[in-house]
């Protein structure tokens, strides 16, 4: 059987948890056999160790979102919840200019405050990074010493070439739904990656893969992203499924399965 890995998405999000037990069971029909909940603030990742604690394919990461930076006296809250036997990873941290409002200074500070503590419990992080490419790539480059544990660019959307800069510091790719998306390019960033470095996910409940967008997402359909890919490198199924199963198990070491 078939060991599909959803290596982000959010199960404690409002639109799922309150319906975690269905979503479960499509999942798991659906082959998942391993899922990294992402937590993105203190309330969310308190919900991220619960579902973790009580589902065996469920790990986690903690972190504050860059959109929650305002926040930033709860760091020291959220990373509490690091030492969790099933927190694999800090994050999603990082930087979004994408909506009005933001302070970069702000954003920039709690994104190397949580860098810090991820090296110093020697775990990797899961980096968001919207509309701020260029600052994201220049603060990881100036702290590339906080690094050494790997890090994850959840949902890559940027071009090759800074793929290739990030690579040279030791960074690993996921990539969602958005894969499949009519007249997207990131299969062929994707294509030209070495595959040691990739990983798929949901981001559920966003990022809805076709043919289904417009529903709510779930790590259900992870399984439509493995067919397109496999599709797309000429590779059978079953080999990816194994090889992505390895490299989640590779830059998340708490996982235990």
Known sequence: MLKLVDVHAHLSDDYIFGD??????????????????SGCSL???????KNASDYSEVYFTA??????ARNESQIDSVMFYANHPKCVAI??????YHYEGFNKEEQKRV?????????????????????????????LKE???????G?????????LETAMELLKLGAHFSFGGSLTFKNSNRIEVFKNLPLDV?????????LTPTPFRGNRNSPKFIDITYDFVAEKLNLEKEYLAEKLYANAINLFKKIKL
């Open 91 to 96: 994050g999603e941290i990082g930087l979004d």
């Open 151 to 159: 890090f994850l660019m959840h949902c890559f959307s940027e071009s």
């Open 43 to 49: 309330d969310s990742v308190e919900r991220c160790a």
């Open 198 to 206: 990739l990983h798929l996910e949901t981001d559920s409940p966003y």
């Open 143 to 149: 702290h590339k010493n906080l690094l050494k544990n």
């Open 20 to 37: 975690i037990e269905a979503v479960r069971e499509e999942y798991l029909n659906a082959g998942v056999s391993l899922v990294i909940d």
């Open 63 to 68: 972190g504050l979102h860059p959109e929650n």
């Open 111 to 139: 994104f190397i405050a949580q860098l810090e503590y991820a090296s110093s419990l020697g775990l990797p992080v899961v980096i968001h990074s919207r509309d701020a490419c260029l600052d994201t790539v220049t603060l």
